[in-house]
C-alpha cells in the first residue's frame, strides 16, 4: 500500500468522489462513492462505503460496506417513488424537487472523533455519534449515539460503555486527536501497550 500523505488524500481510481473536504493522512478505498462530506484527519473508508451529507472526524474507522446518511423516501404520499421528487429524469419540462432535497440535507450526519464504524453497519440521517463510540457491524443507526459506548443490533441499542465512569471525560480533554503528527509518533508504543487510563495518567498535563 502506497504510504499515506498529509497532503493528498489517497483515493483508490474506483471511488467516486464529490464535494469532499479532506483532511490529512486521508483513505478512501475501492468502489466507494462519498459526496458532500467533510472527512476529518486520519480517517478513512473501506472498500463499497456509501457516504453522503456528513461531518466525519479525525481517525474515523469506518469498515466496508458502511452507508452513512441513508435517506428515507417520503412515506407520507401516495408513492415511495422517486419520480415524485427526482422529476426532472422522468418528464419533460419537470423539474426536481428543491425543498424535499434541502430537507434532507438538513438532516446532516455527525460522526465524532475515533469512531469505529464496523462492517456493513448504517447510519441513517440526522444521528449524531459522539467521540470514541463503536457502532457494531451490521447495526442500523435511528438514534444519536453517546460518546465512549458500544452500541450494536438492529435498532442499534447500548451494549456497554467503553470505559469505566470518567475516562471519556479525560479523553475529551487531552484532545490526542488533535496532537501534531510527530507527537503522534513520539506516544506511538504508549498508544500500543498502555490501557486508555494508564495512557491518561502518562499524558495529562
Known amino acids: 500500500m502506497p504510504k499515506l500523505s498529509e497532503h493528498t488524500p489517497l483515493i483508490h481510481p474506483t471511488a467516486q468522489v464529490e464535494k469532499v473536504t479532506f483532511g490529512r493522512y486521508v483513505e478512501i478505498e475501492e468502489r466507494s462513492r462519498v459526496s458532500e462530506t467533510e472527512l476529518g484527519d486520519y480517517s478513512y473508508v473501506m472498500q463499497d462505503c456509501a457516504i453522503w451529507c456528513a461531518t466525519i472526524g479525525k481517525f474515523a474507522n469506518i469498515a466496508s460496506t458502511v452507508r452513512i446518511n441513508a435517506t428515507n423516501h417520503p412515506t407520507e404520499r401516495a408513492t415511495l417513488h422517486h419520480f415524485t421528487y427526482r422529476a426532472g429524469d422522468y ?72 470505559f469505566e465512569h470518567g475516562v471519556g471525560a479525560r479523553m475529551d480533554r487531552l484532545a490526542w486527536w488533535d496532537w501534531p503528527h510527530h507527537r503522534l509518533f513520539e506516544a506511538l508504543n504508549d498508544f500500543r501497550s498502555l490501557p486508555a487510563a494508564d495512557f491518561l495518567d502518562r499524558y495529562e498535563a
Open 91 to 162: 418528464f419533460d419540462g419537470a423539474d426536481d424537487e428543491a425543498d424535499f432535497f434541502a430537507k434532507r440535507r438538513s438532516l446532516r450526519v455527525t460522526i465524532g472523533h475515533d469512531v469505529w464504524i464496523g462492517h456493513g453497519a448504517t447510519v441513517l440521517p440526522g444521528v449524531s455519534v459522539g467521540n470514541g463510540a463503536v457502532i457494531g457491524a451490521g447495526a442500523v443507526v435511528s438514534r444519536d449515539v453517546a460518546p465512549y459506548t458500544i452500541v450494536g443490533g438492529v435498532p442499534a441499542k447500548l451494549i456497554r460503555d467503553r
